[in-house]
């Protein structure tokens, strides 16, 4: 009989009732997955952690699952303070699904620079990663939105929808990293949609890096490389020209497609598209402080991506390495500081430096909290330094444990 509560459960049972749902050996999904039958044991008994995102997703397709079903995903609060921003999701997914229906909004709509103003507040609420709030402000600023894209005459009109192009990606952010496969899915599909009613050349090819990142889930990679190519392709003149938003915008790319690739475990390729970004950033030179498009295209960017590329090649020494040497500049977007401290900590546990692992994810924590505990590599590392735990760090990773909602 199912279990009543998945997220009871522990990885390795969930994979243990999965598999024997298809009705398969350990040996046979073993070979599935390019693992021995021992592997496959210390999975289900959970002596073996799932440590790395694209084992899981390699994992969740040989056993006909979506990996959110492997890591139970979403990892709802179990009060309103703790549910805060999964709380807003319903709302903010049926104001994604009416997106091309009359307006339902009530009252007058702001003027463009009020919207822009507001629009521009949700952009630093996402780069922020403070969700709760952002997921809260979204419904009403999409309806509102979508109300102006039909009342506004152009330009004023295509202006609007370059608004909602963003907020449609704000939204995106928050279905994407609360653990929203499906909502994210639809959101990245209406960033394509205003993109192409917005006039911005570069609306498209951002929202492509979006695309990409959801084809990693059913480990397309080969897919994700080719719309992330076809998205440098045609902004390929510009770029070559020097325009500074081509450069961020192709250097951006680059950087998810160096992560694509190391995922598909092709380091050559994955170092590859990692130089091509930093030449992208050594053409832009000072410009890369602009921040055009909010992409992070910068030196700073670059190197934090040389240690998620170590990563998830799975080489914990060269990411120890190259983690040593990142300086993060005051005021970097909280995401980039909040990923970049959980890949150096998951390199340090690799490595047997345990302390500083959980120096690292309590500095993860801080910059970037929703992102870092609805993440399932974080949680993961934590339990891992649970079972782990000595005296000198027990305190500190059981109240992160505890704030995680894993004791």
Same mark, same amino acid.
């Given at each position: 009989?199912?279990?009543?509560?998945?997220?009871?459960?522990?990885?390795?049972?969930?994979?243990?009732?999965?598999?024997?749902?298809?009705?398969?050996?350990?040996?046979?999904?073993?070979?599935?997955?390019?693992?021995?039958?021992?592997?496959?044991?210390?999975?289900?008994?959970?002596?073996?952690? #799932?440590?790395?995102?694209?084992?899981?997703?390699? &994992? $969740?397709? @040989? *056993?006909?699952?979506?990996?959110? %079903? !492997?890591? /139970?995903?979403?990892?709802?609060?179990?009060?309103?303070?703790?549910?805060?921003?999964?709380?807003?999701?319903?709302?903010?997914?049926?104001?994604?699904?009416?997106?091309?229906?009359?307006?339902?909004?009530?009252?007058?709509?702001?003027?463009?620079?009020?919207?822009?103003?507001?629009?521009?507040?949700?952009?630093? #609420?996402?780069?922020?990663?403070?969700?709760?709030? &952002? $997921?809260? @402000? *979204?419904?009403?600023?999409?309806? %509102? !939105?979508? /109300?102006?894209?039909?009342?506004?005459?152009?330009?004023?009109?295509?202006?609007?929808?370059?608004?909602?192009?963003?907020?449609?990606?704000?939204?995106?952010?928050?279905?994407?990293?609360?653990?929203?496969?499906?909502?994210?899915?639809?959101?990245?599909?209406?960033?394509?949609?205003?993109?192409?009613?917005?006039?911005?050349?570069?609306?498209?090819?951002?929202?492509?890096?979006?695309? @990409?990142?959801?084809?990693?889930?059913?480990?397309?990679?080969?897919?994700?490389?080719?719309?992330?190519?076809?998205?440098?392709?045609?902004?390929?003149?510009?770029?070559?020209?020097?325009?500074?938003?081509?450069?961020?915008?192709?250097?951006?790319?680059?950087?998810?497609?160096?992560?694509?690739?190391?995922?598909?475990?092709?380091?050559?390729?994955?170092?590859?598209?990692?130089?091509?970004?930093?030449?992208?950033?050594?053409?832009?030179?000072?410009?890369?402080?602009?921040?055009?498009?909010?992409?992070?295209?910068?030196?700073?960017?670059?190197?934090?991506?040389?240690?998620?590329?170590?990563?998830?090649?799975?080489?914990?020494?060269?990411?120890?390495?190259?983690?040593?040497?990142?300086?993060?500049?005051?005021?970097?977007?909280?995401?980039?500081?909040?990923?970049?401290?959980?890949?150096?900590?998951?390199?340090?546990?690799?490595?047997?430096?345990?302390?500083?692992?959980?120096?690292?994810?309590?500095?993860?924590?801080?910059?970037?909290?929703?992102?870092?505990?609805?993440?399932?590599?974080?949680?993961?590392?934590?339990?891992?330094?649970?079972?782990?735990?000595?005296?000198?760090?027990?305190?500190?990773?059981?109240?992160?444990?505890?704030?995680?909602?894993?004791?």
């Amino acid at each position: 009989m199912a279990s009543l509560d998945p997220a009871a459960e522990s990885v390795g049972t969930r994979v243990r009732r999965a598999r024997k749902r298809m009705g398969i050996t350990q040996t046979e999904l073993a070979r599935r997955v390019g693992r021995t039958q021992s592997w496959m044991s210390g999975v289900e008994n959970d002596s073996i952690p #799932l440590d790395s995102i694209a084992l899981i997703n390699i &994992l $969740a397709r @040989a *056993l006909r699952m979506h990996p959110n %079903e !492997l890591t /139970a995903r979403p990892y709802r609060g179990d009060n309103p303070a703790e549910d805060r921003g999964h709380a807003a999701i319903p709302e903010i997914r049926r104001q994604l699904e009416r997106y091309d229906l009359d307006p339902e909004w009530v009252g007058e709509v702001r003027s463009l620079p009020e919207l822009r103003a507001a629009t521009e507040r949700a952009s630093l #609420l996402r780069i922020e990663t403070r969700y709760a709030e &952002l $997921a809260d @402000a *979204l419904p009403a600023l999409l309806s %509102e !939105l979508q /109300a102006a894209t039909h009342l506004y005459a152009e330009p004023d009109r295509s202006a609007a929808f370059g608004l909602l192009w963003a907020a449609y990606r704000a939204a995106d952010s928050v279905a994407y990293d609360l653990g929203y496969a499906d909502l994210s899915l639809i959101a990245t599909s209406r960033t394509h949609w205003a993109a192409e009613r917005s006039g911005d050349p570069y609306h498209l090819p951002v929202a492509t890096w979006r695309r @990409a990142r959801n084809l990693w889930a059913s480990t397309s990679w080969n897919d994700a490389l080719t719309v992330l190519d076809s998205a440098c392709a045609n902004i390929e003149d510009e770029y070559t020209a020097g325009q500074p938003e081509a450069l961020t915008v192709w250097g951006g790319l680059q950087l998810c497609a160096a992560i694509t690739a190391a995922r598909k475990n092709d380091a050559a390729e994955a170092w590859s598209r990692h130089r091509l970004a930093g030449e992208a950033v050594t053409r832009l030179g000072p410009r890369q402080r602009t921040n055009y498009y909010e992409m992070c295209t910068s030196q700073t960017n670059v190197d934090i991506h040389g240690v998620a590329v170590a990563v998830e090649l799975g080489d914990g020494p060269q990411a120890v390495s190259r983690g040593k040497t990142v300086r993060l500049p005051k005021g970097l977007q909280a995401n980039r500081v909040g990923y970049h401290h959980l890949d150096y900590a998951r390199a340090l546990l690799w490595c047997g430096h345990r302390e500083a692992a959980t120096a690292e994810l309590e500095h993860a924590e801080r910059a970037a909290p929703l992102l870092i505990r609805n993440h399932p590599m974080a949680r993961q590392a934590v339990r891992t330094l649970l079972d782990l735990e000595r005296y000198n760090y027990r305190e500190r990773i059981r109240r992160l444990g505890i704030r995680m909602q894993i004791l």
